[in-house]
């Protein structure tokens, strides 16, 4: 699996990975609570992309994976029960990641973990935060698995009906 950042040419391929996803999870178990053509949507592909922000995992010439690293936690992060105190921009945050479903339980999630710690390091930030849907176990094991410790569960002022809280994690190294 090679990882590179998500560019125009790859626009609707990689809407077209997130809404095959969601697809997925709606008539499975839909742990994120993604809607399909809602969120993660083509238009979030095209900002994401243009903020260059958006990565996709391949297999050859198929997609098998993306997600979003950047410093902005679309949130408030000032909330969390953090080990360190650090001010938005100083960490990096992982949103959106999603491995395609016939590739999971391969270790790609693991992979792009490794790819994110990497690239913090590279440029030099010392931790990684996320949030999950609180009731996201497959993420929340993921995350764990790859040693991040649990931060709480908060409002972060998103003002999503569905979802009032998300669980928060950290990465530090």
């Known amino acids: 699996m090679d990882i590179?950042?998500?560019?125009?040419?790859?626009?609707?391929?990689?809407?077209?990975?997130?809404?095959?996803?969601?697809?997925?999870?709606?008539?499975?178990?839909?742990?994120?609570?993604?809607?399909?053509k809602?969120?993660?949507?083509?238009?979030?592909?095209?900002?994401?992309?243009?903020?260059?922000?958006?990565y996709i995992c391949t297999d050859g010439?198929?997609?098998?994976?993306?997600?979003v690293l950047n410093d902005n936690p679309q949130g408030d992060y000032h909330k969390g029960d953090w080990t360190i105190?650090?001010?938005?921009?100083?960490?990096?945050?992982?949103?959106?990641?999603?491995?395609?479903?016939?590739?999971?339980?391969?270790?790609l999630g693991g992979r792009v973990i490794d790819f994110c710690i990497d690239e913090a390091k590279k440029r030099g930030y010392s931790s990684i935060r996320l949030d999950v849907v609180p009731d996201n176990i497959p993420a929340k094991k993921l995350y764990e698995k790859n040693g991040f410790t649990y931060s709480g569960d908060y409002d972060l002022g998103?003002?999503?009906?569905?979802?009032?809280?998300?669980?928060?994690?950290?990465?530090?190294f």
């Open 4 to 36: 590179r950042l998500c560019k125009s040419k790859d626009i609707e391929v990689t809407g077209a990975f997130y809404d095959r996803v969601v697809l997925w999870l709606e008539n499975h178990v839909n742990y994120p609570k993604w809607e399909y």
């Open 38 to 54: 809602v969120y993660p949507s083509r238009q979030f592909v095209e900002d994401t992309v243009k903020a260059e922000t958006l």
């Open 61 to 67: 010439e198929e997609i098998v994976g993306a997600f």
């Open 85 to 107: 105190d650090l001010d938005e921009g100083k960490f990096l945050v992982i949103h959106s990641l999603a491995i395609a479903p016939e590739s999971q339980g391969q270790g």
């Open 158 to 172: 998103r003002g999503i009906e569905d979802i009032p809280e998300f669980s928060l994690y950290e990465l530090n």
